[in-house]
């Protein structure tokens, strides 16, 4: 490595290595065709190339590699969540997070900062409580901290008694992190590409073939393409792309609007969030606060941000951190959240045979990219249903067995 | 602030406003299988374009529908219920000699 990287410093020409695969034209037949080239959808790729050897896939990308929800999220890694298929799929993920930069040989930038949600209700300490003990069992780092020990981990954080909703205790998860959220897309396709896979972007799939109970072919904005089998991988248009071939789904989508500040030093280490006043807030490691709160109050397809959604992240963030009333705004935006009734994701098989979802990503997406990219990839290679995956079938919701995260969520939507 | 008119209340601002869900006929009571049920509860068509849907203006509890388009975020018009349901809906349950056995 230092050689190498000795040559490059002394070489005139600084040949710049190629991440991802020129676009070329699209071939007849694909394997295996995902839709949509964010880190789920290129993560499925990613690893269907490097652990089960299928390279014939084609990544299909509407706009650019990870221009939506990927470059739109909070970036917030954690799996303190309540249910036990839902701390178990979610601390997998958060493993596999730690070792991503050494997989991508690219800094994803994984920082183990923390995450501290707020109590300010005797309600909200029973069920931290209670996530507190799930996640311990299952391994998951949690533990209810009183206000003393949050005056400690979060020195600038206001605890004042006379404070509208004064915070009464919290629920510490020492496993919460952020990573840099375009690197992930970045990282996945460029180890695809290199094994193989195509990435076409600017090619957006508009209807989809399904004969005798199986997909055929997608139809694009570039021609049309035969595949063995197609994974969806398109939050924020779940819904729309699986009408195309034919599937309802359980999502209503909603936009989720975040906001940052400009930068200043580091002043706040762990991620803070209040389910009570709809925020959370983080500091990146560029200093700016990236402040995110519930999604907006009724279901929409459109990225715009609103004035009214600024006002409501302001004065909650305001509350738990006065001093950001002198911080200026930079960027006000919008991602769109598929919110499923019971906040999982729906994951696995679908009606159709060789049609594959990986849908329903609500607010959660980001955090669950690698076991995404693993599991979901071990599916379609194999035709076997990983068990830490199986239950966030979309037949669960036709056996009434939900999965009920609405309580773990890190500002209620 | 955006502004919704209301069919009792006239025109006001959106947040005293609660959006209700998608307007979708009701099973029937009777003979809907499980499955369509859960059809009914939880899934939705969640159409990019142009939606009829329920909201409630909050302040006087009234409900009413709307038609909006999804992609554009613009209320395209607002309307009373007795456009839709404009005749008695029967929730009789089956006679006790109609109930199968078992």
């Not at chain 1, 050897?53 to 990927?70: F, H, P, R």
């Not at chain 1, 975040?258 to 490691?285: C, E, F, G, I, R």
């Not at chain 1, 402040?291 to 004065?315: F, M, V």
């Not at chain 2, 005293?16 to 939880?42: C, L, Q, T």
Request: proline letters at 5%.
């Amino acid at each position: 490595m230092p050689f190498g990287l000795l040559k490059y410093g002394l070489s005139n020409d600084y040949p710049a290595e190629r991440h991802f695969s020129p676009a070329g034209e699209l071939k007849k037949h694909y394997d295996v065709v995902i839709i949509g080239a964010g880190g789920h959808g290129t993560g499925i790729a990613y690893h269907l190339a490097k652990d089960h050897g299928i390279t014939n896939v084609a990544v299909l990308e509407k706009n650019y590699l990870g221009g939506g929800n990927t470059a739109r999220n909070t970036a917030v890694i954690r799996s303190n969540y309540l249910t036990e298929e839902g701390v178990t799929f979610y601390r997998e993920s958060v493993k596999l997070w730690q070792n991503l930069s050494n997989e991508f040989n690219f800094n994803v930038m994984m920082e183990n900062r923390g995450q501290l949600t707020l109590a300010h209700s005797d309600a909200a300490i029973r069920s931290f409580r209670w996530r507190a003990e799930v996640n311990q069992h299952l391994g998951v780092r949690s533990e209810l901290v009183d206000r003393q020990q949050m005056a400690e981990l979060v020195p600038n954080l206001r605890m004042s008694e006379d404070a509208r909703f004064p915070i009464i205790g919290g629920l510490w998860h020492a496993d919460g992190a952020t990573a840099r959220h375009d690197v992930v897309a970045w990282g996945y396709a460029k180890g695809a590409c290199q094994r193989g896979v195509e990435l076409h972007q600017l090619t957006e799939v508009q209807d989809i073939e399904v004969t005798q109970g199986r997909v055929t072919a997608v139809l694009t904005n570039r021609g049309r393409v035969e595949c063995g089998a197609v994974v969806q991988a398109v939050a924020g248009a779940s819904s729309v792309v699986a009408k195309m071939a034919g599937i309802a789904l359980p999502i209503h989508s909603y936009p989720l609007q975040a906001m940052v500040t400009q930068p200043y030093k580091p002043l706040l280490t762990p991620h803070v969030s209040s389910p009570h006043v709809h925020v959370y807030v983080h500091q990146t490691s560029r200093g700016e606060f990236v402040i995110g709160g519930g999604s907006d109050p009724y279901p929409l397809y459109n990225t715009r941000a609103t004035l009214d959604q600024r006002e409501s992240l302001s004065a909650a963030v305001l509350e738990l951190f006065p001093f950001l009333a002198q911080a200026r705004l930079l960027r006000q935006w919008a991602g769109i959240t598929d919110m499923t009734p019971d906040y999982s994701p729906i994951m696995g098989l679908s009606p159709i045979e060789n049609y594959y979802l990986d849908a329903g990503w609500g607010t959660w997406g980001f955090k669950a990219t690698p076991i995404c990219g693993v599991t979901m990839a071990e599916l379609v290679a194999t035709k076997r249903l990983p068990d830490i995956i199986a239950p966030f079938a979309l037949e669960r919701f036709y056996r009434f067995e939900q999965i009920n995260e609405a309580g773990a969520t890190a500002a209620s939507h | 602030m955006k502004v919704l008119i209301c069919p009792l209340n006239g025109p006001r601002n959106i947040s005293e406003f609660i959006y209700g869900g998608e307007y979708h006929p009701n099973p029937d009571h009777i003979e809907a299988s499980s499955r369509e049920w859960a059809e009914y509860v939880f899934f939705h068509r969640n159409v990019a374009g142009i939606v009829t849907e329920w909201w409630c203006h909050s302040a006087s509890s009234y409900w009413f529908l709307a038609e909006r388009n999804t992609l554009t975020d613009e209320i395209l018009r607002t309307f009373n219920t007795d456009e839709i349901f404009n005749c008695r809906v029967e929730f009789s349950s089956r006679s006790n000699s109609e109930v199968p056995s078992g």
